[in-house]
């Protein structure tokens, strides 16, 4: 008999109605698939993607089966019927359609992390970059926790859940929970790539901010120059003893000359400036 619950108070009751003594807060609070199978029980709980709670749990003991989900389940298809008449025949299908449905819930939230990381290829953000990359461990780690389950179910000696009676359906699905392993994991590569991408911005962003800068001092320098002129003849023509004894009689060319080293001092600056070939 399959009981779909939907409180958790309601589910401890029920395992406390079977006579069946063990932390479900600890097994709740696991953050990846997790299957223990005991000689008279066996309970599945994998996390999902979703909002509020997303613990997905199955537990399975005499006879009884207690499922525990927010996910919309796979509805039992036509072609299982006669199936589930079969010994552990309906505990196999229940279990089966659960995995189905956490692994399409799973493969949505790749196709969402995918589309941030196509988002980030035109606009490396680094923060986004390390947030997507977590969310991208994550889920691999959930998907490699699934995967495993998988296989222990079909491999392991399991009371409630018989393979053989869905042989050909669950080799698909393994095929297909592989497939989107391998994606998860293939998608590592474009995080290292993204940062790659974004430090090279950011060196970029650095080399034209040191241009700028360049260019700031040389315009600073020029107008010192330009400004320290006046307070050059003032300070030459104020000391009377330097000034009689060496300018009196050259006044114009000393004039001409600290006009013409600032002007020489202009142009070069301004053929150093082009020199750079700063994009404006």
Known sequence: MIKVIENLDNLKKEIANLNKEFEIEQIISIDL???????NFT??????????????LIFVA????????????????KK???IIKKKHGQS???????????????????????????????????DSIEETGRRLRKLTDRIEGLFQIIIELKEEDINCFDPSIINFEYEIFSTEARSWLERSRSHTYRIASLRTKSEMRSNRELNDTMKKLTVIMTF???????????????????????????????????????????????????????SLHLKT
């Open 33 to 39: 698939p997790f299957i223990d199978s005991q000689s």
């Open 92 to 126: 196999t299908i229940s279990i089966f359609m659960l995995l189905k449905s956490i692994l399409k819930n799973y493969s949505q939230e790749f196709l969402k992390i995918r589309d941030v990381m196509n988002t980030l290829e035109l606009d490396p953000v680094l």
């Open 80 to 82: 299982f019927e006669k």
């Open 220 to 274: 600073l320098t020029i107008i010192s120059i330009v400004v320290n002129v006046p307070g050059t003849i003032g300070a030459i023509f104020g000391i009377p003893a330097l000034s009689n004894a060496y300018f009196e009689s050259n006044t114009t060319l000393l004039i001409i000359t600290l006009i013409s080293t600032t002007v020489l001092s202009i142009v070069l600056g301004y053929f150093y400036w082009r």
């Open 62 to 77: 005499d006879e009884k089966i207690l499922v525990y989900t927010p996910v919309k389940t796979v509805n039992f298809e």
């Open 43 to 56: 309970i599945l709980n994998i996390p999902s993607y979703g909002d509020g709670n997303q613990n997905n």
